[in-house]
């Protein structure tokens, strides 16, 4: 059964039959619903399944929308929604730091840390044989010398220590004057890194497990400043990531 023209309405027959858009047209009425130009497979655009010249094709216009508390709602949840608005938020939350209460909850966690730290424990190793290390700026020079007691005070120092530029003649105050520099050397000695680390921020410095940091600066319980012997690099270290060399 031959199907109907979708503009006339009449039969159409195989020979001048004209299929577009999900309907079936004469080739004579498939012309354009505001000028009836004439249109072909070429020349046609489609609009709701009616053909148009390129002319009269419908475009879509902006409309105007009114700030009503519904559409206000709706954009402040797409807005919240939006990926975008999240990762912009999530970098600014970054560079801000958040005070967390000394409860007895964070207390305790806190100390567990601390015990657990193998970098603490090294630390407190070093400390406790402190004490015991000669000291050649803080004590006489007649009780400075632990291992050298039965030497007199005009004998060379160790090969360790670094050499004294006053004259071995000079009087015991006159050479406590000389190594009194001494303790300002303590806090440049070599660290060695436990674990790794990536630089948070553009004053630290980043580290590897075994690199060697030289001119180390205690600036408090938990941060150093130093310089690192592989790659040069100066900055602020976490304290607990280091044992003392």
Known sequence: MNAKCARCSKTVYPVEKLSCLDKTWHKGCFNCEVCQLKLTMKTYKGYNKLPYCNTHYPTTKFTSVADTPENLRLKTQTKNQSQVEYQSQFKDSLKQFSAVADNPENARVKMVQQQASQAAYTQGQSAAAEPRRPSYGSQPASAGRPSYSSQPASAAMPPSQPP????????????QQQAAPAPKAVGKKRWRALYDYTAADEDEASFNEGDFIMDVDVIDEGWIQGAVQRTGESGMMPRNYFEEV
């Open 164 to 175: 004294i530029q006053a004259p071995v003649s000079m009087p015991p105050p006159q050479m």
